[in-house]
């Protein structure tokens, strides 16, 4: 505990009068220092939260959590049967047989590679109902199609406008074999965030890309399955397994931590990355508390020669200083805190406000994946910061309040 006269001598030296003011300027640029640090990292660290969580979160849900495909690109009403049935309905909460190719998109001189996405209806429950952004779902499933709104602006298209699509089917004539085609009406536009999904995506009826593709009725080359924990989906994973293997049936699957196992593994390392690196902004910063204090240390020789003459021993001046060291510590985390935090929360009014300044946008959804600057705040990471920077704090204090004891009395007041 401090004593009375030892919290005096800390508020003096920590709030100087301008004729020794030393103190407090070299307090302030500690101060700002430790602060700007911090903010740094709780910023940076909840965009990368937030990127990390809505990127996942946009390629689950489009992707579905696991996929059944077949060795033979074809999968029959029967194998779906036999497989639906032997899998525990509690296990997965909707599913979706759907068929699926590549594709090209042509609009007058403009054309683009795309993938083909079709299924049986498009109903509430489906992810697509909530993202169309101007038109309809489909309504005649023989002329219908859905495209992506980056999409629809490269190639100039709208709701209502025609365009054609082509795909790597052919049909024989006297000419030879040529690709096949066919011209749609554009329904709807979808806006699904994810910049890769809402340029390279077109959503078409399955009766309309089984006609296409050629196949029968009832057969389809792909089953979406969705699960209600999508961290758990292995355990739905090895159950369809294992009915694969029991059933002989000529199928295999691949979850979404399979397909994505790269890009998830990649945003936690630069994450782990970006806190060492921002780490060291308070290291620097915690630097001028040790620079600052020795050398208030060599300026106060006098004043701490006088305290030791009067009876104020080692530990109280030990005490003294450290508590300074401490205090500009604790009071650069707090505000870093108060600063990251207040910063995040209103992170996608700054950025609105800096591309109108600037006149260009400082995210582009072509580079970044999403449309917006996500963020999101973590309670844990949050007190991690806090302690680390103030624990930093009190190891950069320990020397010089140590040396600050072994100021030799006679030796002060005779060089004075």
């Given amino acids: 505990m401090l004593s009375k006269s030892e919290r005096l001598l800390i508020f003096r030296f920590l709030f100087s009068k301008k004729s020794d003011g030393y103190v407090s300027i070299f307090a302030w640029f500690s101060i700002v220092g430790i602060s700007l640090g911090v903010a740094a990292i709780i910023i940076v660290m909840s965009v990368m939260n937030g990127f ?68 049986d209806e498009y109903n509430s429950n489906h992810y697509l109902y909530s993202a169309i952004k101007s038109g309809s779902l489909i309504n005649n499933p023989k002329n219908d199609i859905i495209i992506g709104d980056s999409l629809a602006s490269q190639l100039g298209v709208s709701v209502g406008d025609k365009i054609k699509i082509a795909i790597p089917k052919t049909d024989k004539t006297i000419l030879g074999n040529i690709p096949r085609f066919k011209t749609l009406d554009v329904v ?25 593709l050629l196949y029968e009725n009832d057969d389809y080359n792909k089953i979406e399955f969705f699960v209600e924990i999508p961290k ?41 990355v970006m806190f060492i690196i921002l780490s060291l902004i308070i290291l620097v910063a915690s630097l001028n508390i040790i620079s600052g204090l020795i050398i208030f240390v060599k300026e106060k020789k006098k004043d701490i020669g006088i305290l030791k003459t009067m009876g104020m021993t080692n530990n109280s001046i030990i005490k003294i200083f450290f508590t300074i060291g401490i205090s500009i510590g604790f009071i650069g985390s707090l505000t870093g805190l108060i600063l990251g935090v207040i910063f995040t929360i209103n992170i996608k009014k700054i950025q609105n406000v800096l591309e109108n300044i600037l006149g ?7 580079i970044y ?48």
Avoid: C, M
């Fill in 52 to 119: 990390r969580i809505d990127l996942t979160n946009r390629i689950i849900g489009l992707n579905s959590h696991l996929n059944i495909y077949s060795f033979d690109e074809i999968i029959n009403k029967k194998q779906i049967n036999a497989l639906i049935s032997n899998i525990d309905n509690s296990s997965f909460i909707n599913h979706y047989k759907i068929l699926e190719s590549n594709g090209l998109i042509i609009k007058d001189n403009e054309s683009k590679g795309v993938l083909i996405k079709g299924y």
């Fill in 188 to 212: 709807g536009v979808f806006d699904l965030g994810l910049y890769e999904y809402d340029s390279n995506l077109i959503f078409l009826s399955s009766t309309l890309v089984r006609k296409l």
């Fill in 232 to 272: 758990e989906v292995d355990l739905l994973k090895n159950n369809i397994v294992n009915i694969i293997s029991d059933l002989q049936l000529s199928l295999y699957s691949v979850s979404w931590k399979d397909t994505n196992q790269t890009l998830i593994n990649a945003l936690k390392v630069e994450k782990n």
């Fill in 360 to 366: 260009t946008k400082l995210f582009s959804e072509e």
């Fill in 369 to 416: 994946y999403l449309s917006s600057l996500p963020s999101k705040i973590s309670i844990n990471e949050i007190i991690y910061v806090l302690f680390t920077a103030i624990a930093i704090s009190i190891i950069s204090t320990i020397f010089p309040a140590l040396s600050s004891a072994k100021v030799d009395p006679i030796k002060s007041l005779r060089s004075e």
